[in-house]
């Protein structure tokens, strides 16, 4: 597996300044892109369009926290498709079913509780996000695994409750 | 201060002729074609009656009349007739409803009836597409280089594929397939004039359908987030309620075509007249007894409402779906939005005045001419890179019925993405791919794209084999589907075709019996792309050589320089063959040439944005 961090000339790092990625990303697609080509041969076509291919792949993979772990994970040799299918820690679980819960019926929370669970979730979230990044950083496999099923859980909350949230605002 | 750094391989664009790109709109109704300069874009005029070409086939005669002519003659000969072709693109007749098939042939692929034979929505959209060319090309006296060809922004890759089949039929050089609301943002600038980032929603209400898209721009980086819409609502509706309403007025009943007709014609009539005041007189020789009668504005709206109310709704639902806090601009597009209720509805809603100084029928296929003139070679080098998106996900058939997504929707394209399966069964020697597009976990809810099998796997245990599906989306969004079975190299690949479209061997069929390609026309057609090509990679070599040479050992440069001299060699003659087989092979010798001088310009490209960010910091 090459380096995607590389492609950026960034460290391969859980850490990364993502809005330096994202500068970076747009600076190498509006150069890469099949539409800059159009007059020039080939050859040239072709190695244009499997470099920009490359590059929106591996911009996908690392502009999101979930996906970021999955490769660094991956990298550090875990098959995260069998980490994926194995059940989590049952505390864990048991916490995340009632945060569930609150957010399926967020509609008839109070202003207060609303703003408490939306607080609640979110600091769930980038509080495992950075309990990932630190366990890969020390290169402890076993915590960064769990870490990253927590996150995975975490970041399908989350978008659950983001949905909620729109609806409420639009309507 | 800020540091310009040139780019070693900025094409140097002047010593270029220009060259034509022309935009094409392809509508359900009506079809445009225009031209841009870069400064000045224009339609042209293809049609008896005007910019607008009906897109209507008529198929009675020896050749298909297109347009004005073929509308002319519905009336005598509906069945031989052809519209709204658009809306069966790559549809197969299970897609159809009951209520529409009567106008079909009973069998796949999904083809019109007609006296002519049977006659598929991609050749009725090519006769279409090669009309709108030949006329463009007559009118400036010029050919086309090659075309940007819309495509709503919900189409799927049947859709897509189908439609660049029918140019491909016409004889047409596709630039690229572009979204509708993304070339009407191009025709106002949008791409270039959002600096930072912003939000755009695209209200394209047409005669027979509504499209409401919403798109977000980041420095000319633009995505379709969501689109949304009613296939069945359109300008078309409101002139009913019309009509409807003048037969009440004049208490008529038990009206003849003809006149029915003629009450659609003074209904629209009204409509447009309705744009310009305030109020408007209706009066019609063809019911004398009828006392002429004054429509307001006031009650158009009252007619118009609950239709107007319905495209308010799509919107609610589009923006729902795109979960984006506000909309910076929206544009309107399509006819029907000159009504001020439409635009006083619109802006309502999405709490920002439209914009509407583009012709609304036309700025589709403006931006289209404008995004041509760009691809086809004419552009700057600084012009914003419209990058588009997957609609709906892309996936494969696993066990279960079960779809396992391998290229997510609203991922930036190109993209090329792989996923590893391996055998379920012991000495299992076969897999079928199943590729399925749409966000739904089961098969039976996703539609179905292709399906193939990987045969000739040596028998292994069960879990034993690593096969490796790749995908690969190019920029137009059409998709190719290949797997692998890695440990013996056991290979199958297709591209992905509309599940009831042409085979290539069928568009090749009729490239052929187009009256376009005559037998000896072809060779010297062939001859020429064929130098064309050869001189394109010898040119693109004798810049990279002068300019990044360095990059080749004394050997490599050696080799390179022979094998062009092979090809120049090649060329002196007329051999078709010859020319292609060394161009090949000067292409394979050269690839890692130019494998190595991409990256040396993806590091400078990378460089400047180094040095962009420091200054950036040193001016905070």
Redesign the interface.
């Known amino acids: 597996m090459s380096d995607l961090f590389q492609l950026f000339d960034l460290p391969a790092t859980f850490s990364i300044d993502e809005r330096v990625l994202e500068q970076r990303y747009q600076a190498l697609i509006a150069h890469c892109h099949p539409d800059r080509f159009t007059a020039a041969s080939a050859l040239e076509q072709r190695v244009a369009a499997k470099r920009a291919a490359d590059i929106n792949d591996a911009y996908q993979t690392l502009s999101h926290p979930v996906s970021r772990g999955r490769y660094l994970l991956e990298v550090a040799g875990v098959d995260t498709q069998v980490l994926e299918r194995q059940p989590a820690d049952s505390e864990f679980l048991f916490d995340q079913l009632m945060r569930r819960e609150r957010v399926q019926e967020f509609t008839s929370l109070d202003d207060t509780e609303a703003a408490e669970l939306v607080d609640d979730v979110r600091h769930q979230y980038h509080h495992t996000a950075t309990a990932l990044g630190t366990s890969l950083d020390a290169n402890d496999v076993a915590a960064a695994s769990s870490r990253w099923v927590e996150l995975n859980y975490h970041q399908k909350l989350l978008d659950e409750l983001e949905q909620t949230l729109n609806r409420q605002v639009s309507r | 201060m800020l540091l310009q750094i040139a780019?070693p391989d900025t094409?140097v664009e002047n010593m270029?002729p220009r060259?034509l790109g022309l935009g094409i709109d392809l509508g359900t109704t009506n079809s445009l074609i225009a031209r841009s300069d870069g400064k000045d874009t224009s339609l042209i005029a293809v049609d008896s009656g005007g910019m607008l070409l009906p897109s209507v086939v008529n198929y009675s005669g020896d050749i298909p009349l297109v347009g004005t002519a073929a509308l002319a003659l519905a009336v005598r000969s509906p069945e031989d007739t052809v519209a709204s072709a658009k809306r069966y693109m790559g549809r197969s007749l299970d897609d159809v409803p009951l209520s529409e098939r009567s106008v079909f042939s009973d069998s796949d692929p999904l083809a019109f009836a007609t006296q002519a034979g049977s006659k598929t929505p991609v050749e009725v959209s090519a006769d279409l597409l090669r009309t709108l060319a030949q006329s463009a090309e007559r009118v400036l006296s010029e050919k086309a280089d090659?075309v940007v060809v819309t495509v709503p922004a919900y189409f799927d890759d049947s859709q897509r594929q189908a439609t660049r089949q029918a140019a491909d039929i016409a004889g047409l050089n596709v630039?690229?397939l572009l979204n509708e609301p993304t070339a009407a943002a191009v025709a106002y600038g949008l791409d270039t004039s959002i600096t930072e980032s912003g939000v755009l929603a695209v209200y394209d209400l047409g005669g027979g359908t509504f499209d409401i898209s919403i798109l977000k721009m980041?420095?000319?980086?633009l995505r379709v987030l969501a689109t949304g819409g009613d296939t069945a609502l359109g300008g078309d509706d409101i002139d009913t309620l019309i009509a409807d309403w003048l037969a009440d007025s004049w208490v008529l009943d038990e009206l003849t075509t003809a006149e029915q007709r003629e009450l659609r014609r003074l209904a629209r009539e009204a409509k447009e007249g309705l744009t310009l005041a305030d109020d408007y007189q209706v009066a019609s020789a063809v019911f004398p007894e009828a006392r002429a009668v004054t429509i307001t504005i006031d009650t158009l709206e009252r007619i118009a409402t609950p239709l107007i109310q319905k495209t308010l709704a799509a919107c609610?639902l589009a923006?729902?779906d795109a979960?984006v806090?506000r909309i910076d601009q929206v544009v309107l597009v399509g006819g029907s939005t000159r009504m001020p209720s439409v635009q006083a509805a619109v802006q309502a809603f999405f709490g920002c005045e439209p914009l509407c100084s583009i012709n609304p029928d036309q700025v589709v296929a403006i931006g289209a001419a404008i995004q041509a003139n760009?691809?086809?070679?004419n552009g700057s080098g600084d012009d914003?890179?419209?990058?588009d998106v997957t609609p709906l996900s892309l996936g494969l058939e696993t066990y279960g019925g079960l779809v396992e997504k391998v290229i997510?929707r609203n991922?930036?394209?190109?993209?090329?993405?792989a996923q590893d399966f391996t055998t379920a069964k012991d000495s299992q020697t076969g897999l079928i791919v199943h590729v399925l597009q749409g966000e739904r976990e089961r098969v039976e809810d996703c539609r179905s794209l292709a399906r193939f099998e990987l045969s000739g796997i040596p028998a292994m245990v069960a879990g034993a084999a690593r096969i490796r599906v790749s995908f690969?989306v190019?920029?137009d969004g059409l998709l190719e589907v290949s797997a692998v079975e890695e440990t013996t190299q056991t290979e199958a690949s297709l591209v992905v075709k509309p599940s009831f479209g042409l085979s290539d061997d069928e568009v090749a069929d009729m490239l052929r019996s187009s009256q376009e390609f005559a037998a000896g026309d072809m060779t010297v057609r062939q001859l020429t792309e064929a130098r064309v090509?050869a001189e394109?990679?010898l040119?693109?070599?004798d810049g990279a050589l002068s300019a990044d040479a360095d990059l080749l050992t004394a050997t490599e440069l050696d080799e390179l320089v022979a094998e062009q001299q092979r090809l120049r060699a090649a060329m002196g003659t007329d051999d078709v063959d010859a020319i292609r087989a060394q161009t090949q092979q000067l292409?394979e010798a050269?690839?890692a040439f130019?494998?190595r001088r991409?990256d040396r310009?993806?590091?400078s490209?990378?460089s400047?944005?180094?040095i962009?960010?420091l200054a950036a910091s040193s001016t905070d």
């Open positions: 780019e094409p270029r060259r090659g630039l690229r980041e420095r000319g980086l609610q923006v729902d979960s806090e760009v691809l086809v070679g914003a890179v419209l990058l997510p991922s930036a394209l190109p993209i090329a993405k690969k190019d920029a090509e394109a990679l040119d693109g070599l292409g050269s690839l130019a494998e991409m310009s993806i590091k490209a990378l400047g944005v180094a962009d960010a």
